[in-house]
C-alpha cells in the first residue's frame, strides 16, 4: 500500500463517509448500502478501493461480507500528519498568547 493510494482512496467524500462509518463497528455491505444512501454497486466500488488501499478488511459471514477498519494504514496517515500538527499547534499557541496579550491592555 502507498501513501498516494491511502490519500487517492480517502479523497471521495463518499468513501470518506464510508470509513467513518466504519470507525463505529465492522458492517456488511448492505448496512453500508443504507446508511450511505449509494447504490449498491456503486457502495462495492467504493469499498474495492477502500480495500485495495488497505484502509479496510473484509470477511465472510455466512452470505454476507462485513467490512471493517483496519487501523495501520490510519495510524501511518495519523504518523505523517504529526510534524504538521506540531506546527498547527505552535501558531495556535501563538494566537493564543497574542489574544491574551491583546485583552490584557483593554
Known sequence: M???ALWSALADPHRRAIVALLLDRPRSVGEIVEACGLSQPSTSKHLKVLRESGLVRVRQDAQRR?????????AAL???LEPYRR??????DALG???DATSDDT
Do not use: G, K, M, T
Open 87 to 92: 506546527l498547527w499547534n505552535r501558531s495556535l
Open 2 to 4: 502507498s501513501d498516494a
Open 78 to 80: 495519523d504518523a505523517w
Open 66 to 74: 462485513v467490512y471493517a477498519l483496519d487501523p495501520a494504514p490510519i
Open 97 to 99: 498568547r497574542r489574544l
